[in-house]
């Protein structure tokens, strides 16, 4: 199947014809003889554009079944491209309307093996063309990306030319070609914006501190993050680098100003985490405290723990009570940040489960 190989006459008179199509706005000849060389090394049965020009003229004669979503335009193109005696009626249909309208509701009956993308230039609309059309470009199929010395569709350049799932072929004047791998087709409905090759390396200048944080060895991280407490707190029990169960009444002395409370938190120490222990704040009798406090689960058993005991004001501790009724509501149980620097901190390793 598809149709005969486009006559080198047809395509000189095509290229001679675009120019007068859309007066200032138009490809030049080499980008439509690189789409009919592109083309010809495929066969294209169905194909679709957003835009319109020489190029529909040219993928009227070289597609089977031709789409080319575009506006009329103060140049009159949907009326010029139909009049021109090169224009194939009987194999090319024109979706007349905004693409951002035209393309979520028009259903494709087949892949596509060529798609040439060149509607409307402003963010975000080169990148919404692309997300109703790259789902449709089958293995091998041809997609074509115009203009991309603008900003806008340079940034779509970019992400393609990293992409799994295109090869970039060339780059003409100031048109993009890529080839369609068989990678698989990349989940329109989800996200896994992790799994895309342009999105695995972030921007170092939006990281450098948090990168030179990890690079620090832990102690010193944990050292440089602490401030100095402005009153006394200690955990007497357990002793650092003490064994403990799967739980254990963990103990101090703290001297409080008024209106403050001792929160304990725990997480295994290889944890980027911490969880709150016993559901509030610590008992005090006198200025000795306590608080049970639980160990990680039994998958844990031989790791190292630490413990934090955390000094709130008021406000600090209503905010704490809320995020704890919360978690219990929504069934929560992840980790979350230590809402004030530990005021004491101790290590453990957890022991056997027996």
Same mark, same amino acid.
């Given at each position: 199947?598809?149709? @005969? ?21 138009n ?10 060389r ?16 020489g190029?529909t ?17 103060d ?102 070609f ?5 990678a ?65 009444v ?15 938190? @725990? ?15 610590a ?20 790791? @190292? ?37 530990p ?12």
């Amino acid at each position: 199947m598809g149709v @005969a190989p486009l006559d080198p006459q047809l395509l000189d008179d095509i290229v001679d014809a675009a120019p007068d199509l859309n007066p200032g706005d138009n490809m030049s000849p080499r980008v439509l003889r690189a789409i009919a060389r592109h083309a010809a090394a495929r066969p294209v049965l169905r194909s679709a554009e957003t835009g319109a020009g020489g190029s529909t003229l040219l993928f009227s004669q070289i597609s089977e079944k031709h789409t080319a979503f575009a506006i009329e335009g103060d140049n009159r193109i949907i009326t010029r491209v139909r009049a021109s005696g090169f224009f194939r009626s009987v194999t090319t249909e024109i979706v007349e309307g905004p693409t951002q309208a035209t393309l979520p509701g028009y259903r494709f009956d087949r892949p596509l093996q060529a798609v040439l993308i060149d509607g409307p230039h402003g963010f975000p609309f080169p990148q919404l063309e692309y997300f109703y059309l790259y789902p449709h470009i089958a293995a091998n199929g041809l997609l074509i990306l115009d203009d991309i010395h603008i900003r806008t569709i340079h940034e779509l350049h970019r992400f393609l030319s990293r992409d799994d799932m295109f090869d970039l072929l060339e780059v003409v004047d100031r048109t993009a070609f890529y080839r369609r791998t068989s990678a698989p087709v990349f989940d329109p409905l989800g996200d896994g914006w992790w799994l895309q090759a342009y999105n695995r390396k972030r921007l170092a200048r939006y990281l450098w501190r948090e990168s030179l944080a990890q690079a620090l060895p832990h102690r010193v991280r944990r050292w440089i993050g602490r401030k100095k407490p402005e009153y006394p707190v200690s955990i007497d029990a357990p002793q650092a680098n003490s064994v403990v169960g799967p739980s254990a009444v963990v103990c101090g002395t703290a001297a409080l100003p008024a209106g403050c409370r001792l929160w304990l938190f @725990a997480r295994r120490a290889d944890a980027g985490g911490w969880w709150p222990q016993g559901g509030g704040p610590a008992d005090f009798t006198g200025d000795r405290w306590r608080q049970e406090c639980k160990f990680g689960e039994a998958i844990d058993a031989g790791f @190292a723990f630490e413990i934090a005991a955390v000094v709130v004001d008021q406000q600090g501790h209503m905010r704490l009570l809320r995020r704890i009724a919360e978690r219990e509501r929504s069934g929560a149980d992840g980790p979350m940040s230590l809402p004030a620097p530990p005021a004491a901190i101790v290590t453990v390793k957890r022991g056997s489960n027996g």
